[in-house]
């Protein structure tokens, strides 16, 4: 059982940056894909990036396209989410998920691992 730790949220204002990072319990980390999801209050769960096992493939949600960026450091069982640029609709509790195989995916129901989520508050 993998267990996911993400750290790194806080108050921010707006065009400030954060760093969120995802540590994972298991050494098979590096054969795991990652994504990372957020939720505002009142809101569904919505996809944020993406990163295979490998970090060749990456993709993002095109409200964070250009202002987001996701890498991971295998040999750390680390996954980061750098949030540049932040608006106030960024505001939400931020999850990073893992799922077997090494790809990434946009459907949150491809993850088998979920961590607790870090919030994050961009004020205006």
């Known amino acids: 059982q993998v267990q996911l730790v993400e750290s790194g949220g806080g108050l921010v204002q707006a065009g400030g940056s954060l760093r969120l990072t995802c540590v994972a319990s298991?050494?098979?980390?590096?054969?795991?894909?990652i994504g990372w999801f957020r939720q505002a209050s009142g809101r569904e769960r919505e996809f944020v990036a993406g990163?295979?096992?490998?970090?060749?493939?990456?993709d993002y949600a095109d409200s964070v396209n250009g202002r987001f960026l996701v890498t991971r450091d295998n040999a750390l069982r680390t996954a980061f989410l750098r949030l540049n640029n932040l608006k106030p609709e960024d505001t939400a509790v931020y999850y990073c998920?893992?799922?077997?195989?090494?790809?990434?995916?946009?459907?949150?129901?491809?993850?088998?691992?979920w961590g607790q989520g870090t919030q994050v508050t961009v004020s205006s």
């Open positions: 998920a893992a799922a077997d195989g090494g790809a990434y995916y946009k459907n949150e129901k491809a993850y088998q691992y």
């Open positions: 298991e050494r098979a980390f590096s054969a795991l894909g």
């Open positions: 990163i295979s096992w490998s970090s060749t493939g990456t």
